[in-house]
């Protein structure tokens, strides 16, 4: 059967924003769900070492930290570098597919390893050492514990090895046995919000799909996410060549989908006949999200998701609207951007910027939010090097918008 897509005049950005919050559940439809689920439906959680992977959950399915640090324990939901070579936090039907999907990025230092004359080989019996290291050892190893006891098998790549990123061959060794499934990195206090890590072996069987069929049902699960996305907008999520993507695209039967802005986007036929009945919420629906949130991040439209008359808004002078990515958080209403956020944890409170007067339920959600950080993770940090005091220029400018 043939999906009808929607005339492309009713496909308005109001209507696709709401349309994509509905798909990454935000509209309360995830309400109950495991965090394997709420992966599986809205996509994988981005995860540089802040905190988003814990707000994902908790603004889906309502899931507490410590359910989500008892999940990565029990390998319910694990951190591992997949698209692009980027860390994602993922379900466990995901994990052999997804690594597969990572590993040419895992390969990719050879290049420069070559240049330092390091062979293949060396890292191959390096590899093995690692991996009899860990099996010997009664804990997970961090890489200082690894070096000390491989001794010499880690070589030192000297002054030119750090200027290229290399300093030593371990990182290399460690990032293709991870991308074989061979060992694993837990994080040292169980946490997600840092990258303080361990390794420990593992053994995860491989996928038994091919690289094309890897690739296919990367893209099937990206439109899936999504809810339909340009071709430069999955380029951009994968990193797959032009060929391999339009071939994943045919293999799946994506269609092409005109919308009232005149992009196109490709789209899973199931979702083309559901686009075609579905209809934007009456009422609010407010969340506070991460800058690095699937909604964002997945497709890195942020421009779309501001309305007209908030497109020219600013903060220290920047234009929102015209940046790849978000300088703080986003508050939303139904996929529409209608203000921004930081954590201040000086003060134990949100610093919140909403470009019209607060409503009710704007107010409720940012206290909402506010305690379970305070209570939950004691601070919200976007990436690793974030901290209170490179922030604080952000939460001082939020605040001065605000009329603080």
């Known amino acids: 059967m043939t999906a009808t897509a929607p005339a492309a ?17 935000l509209d309360g439809s995830l309400i109950g769900r495991t965090s394997e689920e709420v992966l599986d439906h809205a996509g994988w959680a981005r995860s540089v070492g802040g905190a988003n992977p814990y707000l994902t959950l908790f603004a889906r399915a309502g899931i ?17 570098p997949t698209a692009r070579g980027c860390t994602y936090v993922l379900g466990q039907a995901d994990y052999a597919w997804a690594l597969q999907i990572g590993r040419d990025a895992a390969i990719a230092p050879f290049k420069v390893l070559a240049r330092l004359g390091v062979e293949r080989g060396e890292i191959t019996l ?40 290399a300093s030593t061959t371990l990182p290399t060794a460690l990032g293709l046995l991870q991308a074989d499934g061979r060992i694993r990195r837990v994080p040292v206090n169980g946490r997600l919000d840092q990258q303080r890590y361990a390794y420990t072996g593992w053994g995860l069987q491989p996928s038994g799909m091919d690289d094309d069929g890897a690739r296919r049902l990367l893209l099937e699960r990206y439109l899936r996410w999504t809810g339909g996305a340009t071709f430069k ?41 559901r686009l075609a009945d579905f209809e934007v919420p009456g009422d609010e629906q407010i969340q506070l999200l991460a800058g690095t949130d699937s909604l964002v991040l997945h497709r890195r439209n942020s421009v779309d998701m501001f309305a007209d008359e908030d497109k020219g808004k600013k903060v220290l002078d920047t234009t929102l609207a015209l940046q790849a990515d978000l300088p703080d958080h986003p508050i939303l209403d139904r996929g529409r951007i209608m203000g921004l956020w930081q954590y201040d944890p000086g003060k134990e409170r949100i610093a919140a910027w909403t470009f019209d007067q607060p409503t009710e339920a704007v107010r409720g959600r940012i206290t909402q939010v506010e305690t379970w950080i305070r209570e939950e993770l004691g601070d919200f940090r976007s990436f690793s090097l974030d901290s209170p005091a490179s922030r604080q220029v952000r939460i001082d400018a939020l605040d001065e918008a605000a009329g603080r």
């Open 126 to 165: 390096l590899e093995d050492e690692v991996e009899h290291a860990l099996k010997e050892s009664s804990s997970p190893m961090d890489p200082k514990q690894l070096r000390d006891v491989l001794g010499d098998s880690v070589r030192s790549l000297g002054e030119e090895g750090k200027k290229k990123g």
């Open 9 to 25: 005049a009713t496909l308005t950005p109001e209507r696709l924003r709401a349309w994509a919050w509905h798909k990454q559940g």
């Open 64 to 80: 507490s930290r410590d359910q989500a640090d008892q999940d990565v324990k029990a390998l319910k939901i694990h951190e591992l």
């Open 233 to 273: 907008q999955t380029q951009w999520f994968t990193a797959f060549t032009v060929a391999q993507s339009k071939a994943a695209l045919a293999g799946m039967g994506a269609v092409e989908v005109p919308t009232a802005n005149g992009d196109v986007l490709w789209m899973l036929p199931a979702d083309v006949d």
